[in-house]
């Protein structure tokens, strides 16, 4: 499996989000996002909560081992 930093850099390239506007939703530096698509630093469960509702998906996106934006979730 991908490592979730990977992961959360596809979804938001997909989505058409920039690091900025990733970053600013999560009341976060760009400079702290810019570390996180680099795997520089871990993600909480709290920025992965704050990432997926910026990027308009399920936080469980990020943890299937087949990536797929598209994925409806019960």
């Known amino acids: 499996m991908e490592p979730i930093y990977i992961r959360v850099e596809k979804v938001r390239v997909s989505r058409g989000v920039t690091k900025t506007h990733l970053a600013r939703s999560c009341n976060k530096t760009v400079a ?7 795997g520089k630093i871990r993600l909480t469960v709290d920025d992965l ?22 994925h409806n979730f019960v």
């Open 32 to 38: 702290w996002y810019s570390d996180v698509s680099k």
């Open 49 to 70: 909560e704050k990432i997926a509702q910026a990027l308009d998906v399920d936080v469980r996106i990020f943890f299937n081992k087949k990536l797929s934006v598209t």
